[in-house]
Nanobody, 124 residues
Protein backbone atom coordinates (compact mmCIF):
# COMPACT_ATOMS: atom_id res chain seq x y z
CA UNK A 1 0.00 0.00 0.00
CA UNK A 2 1.16 3.52 -0.84
CA UNK A 3 -0.34 6.59 0.80
CA UNK A 4 0.57 10.09 -0.40
CA UNK A 5 0.26 13.28 1.62
CA UNK A 6 1.53 16.83 1.59
CA UNK A 7 -0.37 18.27 -1.33
CA UNK A 8 -2.12 21.60 -1.18
CA UNK A 9 -2.48 25.04 -2.68
CA UNK A 10 0.46 27.41 -2.88
CA UNK A 11 1.39 30.59 -4.67
CA UNK A 12 3.85 30.62 -7.53
CA UNK A 13 7.38 30.39 -6.19
CA UNK A 14 6.31 28.49 -3.10
CA UNK A 15 7.33 25.04 -1.89
CA UNK A 16 5.67 21.79 -0.94
CA UNK A 17 7.02 18.45 0.22
CA UNK A 18 5.08 15.36 -0.76
CA UNK A 19 5.37 12.16 1.24
CA UNK A 20 4.55 8.60 0.24
CA UNK A 21 4.33 6.09 3.06
CA UNK A 22 4.83 2.49 2.01
CA UNK A 23 3.54 -0.53 3.86
CA UNK A 24 4.13 -4.11 2.93
CA UNK A 25 7.56 -3.53 1.42
CA UNK A 26 10.61 -1.39 1.89
CA UNK A 27 11.20 1.61 -0.35
CA UNK A 28 14.87 0.76 -0.57
CA UNK A 29 14.16 -2.42 -2.53
CA UNK A 30 11.94 -1.04 -5.29
CA UNK A 31 12.04 1.57 -7.99
CA UNK A 32 9.91 4.34 -6.56
CA UNK A 33 8.50 7.15 -8.61
CA UNK A 34 6.42 10.29 -8.56
CA UNK A 35 4.06 10.88 -11.45
CA UNK A 36 1.54 13.63 -12.11
CA UNK A 37 -1.51 14.15 -14.22
CA UNK A 38 -3.06 17.49 -15.05
CA UNK A 39 -6.64 17.77 -16.34
CA UNK A 40 -6.79 16.84 -20.01
CA UNK A 41 -3.19 15.66 -20.09
CA UNK A 42 -1.48 12.30 -19.95
CA UNK A 43 0.22 11.12 -16.80
CA UNK A 44 3.90 11.96 -16.82
CA UNK A 45 6.90 10.94 -14.77
CA UNK A 46 8.28 13.61 -12.48
CA UNK A 47 11.08 11.96 -10.52
CA UNK A 48 12.04 8.37 -9.78
CA UNK A 49 14.67 6.62 -7.73
CA UNK A 50 15.96 3.08 -7.97
CA UNK A 51 17.07 0.61 -5.34
CA UNK A 52 20.63 1.64 -6.22
CA UNK A 53 19.66 5.30 -5.69
CA UNK A 54 19.92 6.08 -9.38
CA UNK A 55 17.49 8.87 -10.22
CA UNK A 56 15.63 10.24 -13.18
CA UNK A 57 14.17 13.72 -12.98
CA UNK A 58 12.02 15.24 -15.69
CA UNK A 59 13.55 18.20 -17.50
CA UNK A 60 10.51 20.32 -16.66
CA UNK A 61 11.25 20.12 -12.93
CA UNK A 62 15.02 19.65 -12.91
CA UNK A 63 16.67 22.01 -10.46
CA UNK A 64 13.37 22.62 -8.65
CA UNK A 65 12.23 19.17 -7.52
CA UNK A 66 14.22 16.49 -5.72
CA UNK A 67 13.38 12.92 -4.74
CA UNK A 68 14.62 11.12 -1.67
CA UNK A 69 13.92 8.13 0.54
CA UNK A 70 13.87 7.79 4.32
CA UNK A 71 14.85 4.20 4.97
CA UNK A 72 14.06 4.28 8.67
CA UNK A 73 10.53 5.59 8.13
CA UNK A 74 10.02 3.77 4.82
CA UNK A 75 8.86 6.97 3.17
CA UNK A 76 9.46 8.43 -0.26
CA UNK A 77 9.61 12.23 -0.57
CA UNK A 78 9.31 14.78 -3.31
CA UNK A 79 10.61 18.21 -2.39
CA UNK A 80 9.14 20.79 -4.72
CA UNK A 81 10.57 24.30 -4.76
CA UNK A 82 9.92 27.34 -6.94
CA UNK A 83 6.56 25.93 -7.94
CA UNK A 84 4.93 27.17 -11.12
CA UNK A 85 1.28 27.13 -12.23
CA UNK A 86 2.16 24.44 -14.77
CA UNK A 87 3.06 22.14 -11.86
CA UNK A 88 -0.62 22.00 -10.93
CA UNK A 89 -1.71 18.37 -11.10
CA UNK A 90 -2.67 15.28 -9.18
CA UNK A 91 0.56 13.70 -7.97
CA UNK A 92 0.90 9.95 -7.58
CA UNK A 93 3.45 7.75 -5.90
CA UNK A 94 4.25 4.41 -7.51
CA UNK A 95 6.45 1.38 -6.89
CA UNK A 96 7.91 -1.17 -9.26
CA UNK A 97 9.61 -4.49 -8.71
CA UNK A 98 12.94 -5.05 -10.37
CA UNK A 99 15.21 -2.58 -12.11
CA UNK A 100 12.86 -1.72 -15.01
CA UNK A 101 15.72 -2.35 -17.38
CA UNK A 102 17.58 0.76 -16.40
CA UNK A 103 17.07 4.33 -15.30
CA UNK A 104 15.98 5.38 -18.77
CA UNK A 105 12.73 3.47 -18.19
CA UNK A 106 11.92 4.93 -14.79
CA UNK A 107 9.20 7.22 -16.18
CA UNK A 108 7.36 4.50 -18.06
CA UNK A 109 4.25 4.33 -15.90
CA UNK A 110 3.21 1.04 -17.50
CA UNK A 111 6.08 -0.69 -15.72
CA UNK A 112 4.92 0.19 -12.21
CA UNK A 113 3.04 -2.34 -10.10
CA UNK A 114 1.60 -0.33 -7.23
CA UNK A 115 0.03 3.12 -7.08
CA UNK A 116 -1.15 5.47 -4.40
CA UNK A 117 -4.43 7.33 -4.49
CA UNK A 118 -2.84 10.66 -5.35
CA UNK A 119 -2.57 14.08 -3.77
CA UNK A 120 -3.55 17.37 -5.41
CA UNK A 121 -1.06 20.18 -5.92
CA UNK A 122 -2.41 23.54 -7.04
CA UNK A 123 -0.14 26.48 -7.85
CA UNK A 124 -1.62 29.91 -8.52
Amino acid sequence: QLVESGGGSVEEGGSLKLSCAASGWTVSEYVMGWFRQAPGKEREGVASIGADNSTLVADSVKGRFSISKDFAKNILYLQMDNLKPEDTAQYYCAAARGSLGGVENYHDDGLYDYWGQGTQVTVS
